[in-house]
């Protein structure tokens, strides 16, 4: 036997390790910036051969079988039946990946992150999400936002691309990475996507990659505003190659292009698969090890402060800040540019818009119904005769989330219109400031008609939205219970469990978490002082049996929000209308649906699929309120000393939320409004503020001001 020279081994041994670290499909180093930017099937293989992680997909799974418990809507999720039909069994699913786990079927880690993200999405419920670990925090990106328009006709649709998520920087991106210039493909009207219809494609990315809303059509309002654009894959594993890895376009000049789509790492990209790991560790010990130095009533004061039931979450802001952190960090500069949100078609005066009256609908059918066909749909063609010149902003907060406008044409009456964006507004007292203006200034000129413009509208603090309700509805003049002939409160309860037992057992978290001082008794609308709010209610739904609680008002911490000096006006428009595309959630939807179900305001839905028979939702993931898996493990943790039954935390850096409290419209005790559809008055076909509603350029408010004037008209 000839043995090799030893500097032959060394050798060799170096060319091993050199090829061995080059093989890593996860060294993905910066290429654009401080990210990487490029072919998102190189993201995809780095993903698929992260080693499978057994003790932390374990530690996972103990912890979504809590979450499983403490999930109001658990069991009806299993087989909701009609309108939305939702089968997503997480008993089942759940089950299912833990005996994967421990009988080592996964073959990579990102293979039990992608079951669990798809045993999460299919519930299209905002407030209940999993996020997988930080490591896998990248994007999708498609290098052009689209915009949708009624064509001439009247009868189709017309899609045009517009500059993608980057502005202008997206060209140059595109052109230095992919050596592609997509520059001439901006503001091209495009009939075909993949070889399908522009509104089939928006669609299909809208149910894989937009899962907040249970209504399809909103969802396809959702995709419209910017969603369709980009897509965080640590939320929606990539599924259809051909329709994420590129686009085939056909324009409606007979073009017809392929463009590559982009993956997108911010904050330097990913350095290997070590690294990748690293990010995925949980990070609740430092949070953990600062509570230690804190007394437990200490701990429950900070608690307090955080107004974890009440604070709520404005969920398109979240996930706007997601992707502007990791641009943030990527030291990429967003070049402005003229067409993108700002010199787009537009909506054009002397066009018009359909108003589809579904009252008919409703006296024939009640206020449930997920189908018009077969059922005659009066149709009126609004002309748009309008003037932007007749909106005006009379006063908005600092971050224009809250603008009180007035619209006035000569021909309608006065009309004000409140557009709040977020229920958790950047700064609350200037939100409550422009409020007060505009009740003021109604007072002051008798103005009769408020338009609430609650399109995108995320939700955020239930305090707030209850405190608008009272201060627009005179039988709801206060939160004080007793004072006025009604509360404005939302009627919920929470489903009982194991896991929630365990939590009221615990004197501190049962404070924090599960209080029935936290709640008002219906009949006698004083906060409960006694522990029968648990007296369980026991029901069958989606095949499964469960104990609730007694149905209550919620929050009673809400009483004598917001404090202070604030003094309500006894002032009260004569005739409310909520003006929405669907997209208004959570505290939103709380707010739009109690004026809907007492018939204080009509509504009036807009966008969604041309010709679509099935109307639009009002409103999304009205559910009741989301609380932070990790904040209620980590309190679990501090207060239970591993208390069996209680949330254990996760060991990894993933994040999940569930729906807690679960709302009921007062006319309807037994579905939780979440699966309910709830189809607005009158529907409108209009489309343009759902590329550009921007009210400090001319066109979003030339848009915002045709919108308007449609609502002015019927």
């Not at 051909?242 to 993956?263: C, I, R, S, W, Y």
């Not at 039988?475 to 939590?503: C, K």
């Not at 979440?674 to 503020?689: C, G, S, V």
Request: proline letters at 6%; aromatic letters at 12%.
């Amino acid at each position: 036997m000839t043995l090799p020279r030893p500097g032959l081994l060394a050798l060799g041994a170096l060319v091993a390790l050199v090829v061995c670290v080059a093989a890593d499909p996860c060294t993905l180093p910066t290429t654009f910036g401080n990210a990487f930017v490029g072919d998102p099937k190189k993201l995809l293989d780095c993903f698929t051969q992260v080693p499978f992680q057994k003790e932390q997909a374990q530690d996972t799974i103990k912890a979504l079988k809590s979450l499983r418990e403490l999930y109001s809507f658990t069991d009806i999720s299993a087989n909701s039946g009609a309108p939305y039909d939702l089968k997503s069994d997480l008993y089942q699913l759940i089950d299912a990946m833990e005996s994967k786990v421990n009988n080592n079927q996964y073959s990579n880690d990102y293979a039990f992150q992608t079951d669990v993200m798809n045993a999460f999405n299919p519930l299209f419920d905002a407030h209940t999400l999993y996020r997988a670990p930080a490591g896998y925090n990248c994007f999708l990106i498609r290098p052009f936002n689209i915009e949708a328009a009624v064509g001439p006709s009247g009868n189709d649709m017309v899609y045009t691309l517009r500059p993608g998520p980057f502005d202008a920087t997206t060209v140059t991106m595109w052109k230095q990475i992919f050596k592609v210039d997509i520059s001439s493909l901006n503001n091209q009207v495009v009939t075909k996507i993949n070889g399908v219809s522009p509104t089939e494609h928006v669609m299909k990315v809208a149910q894989n990659f937009i899962s907040t809303y249970k209504d399809q059509g909103v969802r396809y309002n959702a995709a419209l505003r910017g969603r369709w654009a980009q897509t965080i894959l640590s939320m929606f594993p990539v599924t259809d190659p051909n329709m994420d890895f590129q686009m085939t376009l056909t324009l409606a000049n007979g073009q017809v292009v392929t463009v590559p789509n982009a993956g997108f790492c911010g904050g330097g990209g990913i350095s290997s698969t070590s690294g990748l790991l690293g990010k995925n560790r949980g990070s609740a010990s430092a949070a953990l090890a600062v509570l230690e130095t804190m007394t437990p009533e200490q701990v429950y004061e900070q608690a307090k402060s955080q107004r974890i039931l009440l604070q709520g979450l404005d969920i398109y802001r979240e996930q706007r800040e997601l992707f502007n952190s990791a641009v943030r960090s990527s030291n990429i500069v967003i070049k402005p540019s003229a067409p993108l949100r700002r010199d787009s078609a537009g909506f054009q005066p002397g066009h018009s818009i359909d108003a589809h009256d579904y009252r008919y609908a409703k006296r024939a059918l009640g206020r449930e119904f997920a189908t018009t066909e077969g059922i005659p749909i009066p149709v009126t063609k609004l002309p748009a005769n309008f003037d932007a010149s007749n909106l005006h902003i009379m006063s908005a907060s600092s971050s224009m989330d809250t603008v009180f406008m007035k619209y006035n044409d000569s021909v309608h009456p006065t009309h004000y219109i409140l557009r709040l964006t977020s229920f958790a507004p950047d700064d609350e007292s200037e939100t409550l400031d422009v409020i007060q203006t505009m009740i003021r200034m109604g007072q002051r000129d008798k103005v009769k008609h408020l338009i609430l413009d609650m399109a995108n509208n995320g939700g955020g603090i239930i305090c707030m939205s209850d405190l608008l309700l009272a201060l627009l509805v005179k039988d709801w003049a206060t939160l004080e219970p007793g004072v006025s002939p009604a509360v404005p409160y939302g009627i919920y309860d929470f489903r009982q469990s194991a896991s929630s037992n365990a939590i009221r057992a615990n004197d501190y978290l049962n404070r924090i978490f599960t209080k029935y001082q936290g709640y008002m008794d219906i009949n006698t609308e004083k906060v409960y002082n006694n522990a029968s709010f648990y007296n369980p209610i026991s029901r069958t739904r989606g095949g499964y049996t469960s104990q609730y609680t007694q149905q209550a008002y919620f929050p009673a911490e809400c009483i004598g929000y917001p404090g202070g000096s604030f003094q309500a006006i006894p002032y009260y428009f004569d005739h409310l209308t909520v003006l929405t595309d669907g997209t208004c959630g959570s505290a939103c939807a709380l707010f739009a649906s109690q004026l809907q179900s007492y018939n204080y305001a009509r509504v009036i839905s807009y966008g969604g699929p041309l010709g679509r028979k099935i109307p639009l939702s009002t409103a999304s993931f009205a559910g009741g309120n989301v609380l932070d898996y990790g904040t209620v493990a980590m309190y679990a943790y501090y207060y239970g000393n591993k208390q069996p039954g209680l949330p254990p935390l996760m060991s990894s850096s993933a994040l999940a939320r569930f729906n807690f409290n679960e709302y009921y419209e007062y006319n309807e005790l037994n579905i939780p409004r979440e699966f309910l559809k709830r189809p607005a008055d009158i529907h409108l076909d209009y489309y343009a503020t759902l590329f550009n509603d921007d009210l400090t350029t001319a066109l979003g408010k030339s848009n915002c001001a045709a919108l308007y004037s449609a609502v002015l008209a019927v």
